[in-house]
């Protein structure tokens, strides 16, 4: 079964760090780009970042360039988001998601998310 | 780069079609046949309903359909069903430096 599994999200202090994780299974991890897609409590999607298959392409939001770093292992099948100085407006739901090969440019596998909030 | 513009909220009633519209600009909707829509339960993760402005992934119901004129897409829905009581987004590639964009999103209620 073609899975994205995240973890890593909780409660964290305006200006700390987090560092979410993806574990992918089920497809060839490596031939995929990869993204992370968050939503605010209430609010819509909003795409964050996208890195290619071989970390050649890195691309950012620009609500979080300078803070956020995107990062994958492509032995251990694994995105990473480095989350640092988070902001109140970071707390939201944190969404792994694969950028289709057949779909062209859509997220056509999605996780469960892994919330983060970002209070004092 | 801006959101695409969704309406906020569209009804129907079980059995006829709605269309929802997604209005962006000649950098994004307009410029590329990359738009896709996506349908998020409550609590759930969002899900691909159609990619590339109208193709339908395998398992997504003929009941879903997608288009494009100019800078606007639109997602139609008919013959609504209970189970597709949800918010709706739709997404597009773009020229600019953050290379993906969404809507705002859509709440479809089935009255």
């Known amino acids: 079964e073609v899975q994205l599994v995240e973890s890593g999200g909780g409660l964290v202090k305006p200006g700390g760090s987090l560092r979410l994780s993806c574990a992918a299974s089920g497809f060839t991890f490596s031939s995929y780009s990869m993204n992370w897609v968050r939503q605010a409590p209430g609010k819509g999607l909003e795409w964050v970042s996208s890195?290619?298959?071989?970390?050649?392409?890195?691309y950012y939001a620009d609500s979080v360039k300078g803070r956020f770093t995107i990062s994958r292992d492509n032995a251990k099948n694994s995105l990473y988001l480095q989350m640092n100085s988070l902001r109140a407006e970071d707390t939201a739901v944190y969404y792994c998601a694969r950028l289709g090969s057949v779909t062209g440019h859509a997220f056509d596998i999605w996780g469960q998310g892994t919330m983060v909030t970002v209070s004092s | 780069q801006s959101a695409l513009t969704q309406p906020a909220s569209v009804s129907g009633s079980p059995g006829q079609s709605i269309t929802i519209s997604c209005t962006g600009t000649?950098?994004?909707?307009?410029?590329?046949?990359?738009v896709s829509w996506y349908q998020q339960h409550p609590g759930k993760a969002p899900k691909l309903m159609i990619y590339e402005v109208s193709n339908r992934p395998s398992g997504v119901s003929n009941r879903f359909s997608g288009s494009k004129s100019g800078n606007t897409a639109s997602l139609t829905i008919s013959g609504l069903q209970a189970e597709d009581e949800a918010d709706y987004y739709c997404s597009s590639y773009t020229s600019s430096s953050t290379p993906w964009v969404f809507g705002g999103g859509t709440k479809l209620t089935v009255l």
């Open positions: 000649s950098s994004d909707v307009g410029g590329y046949n990359y």
């Open positions: 890195i290619s298959s071989s970390s050649s392409y890195i």
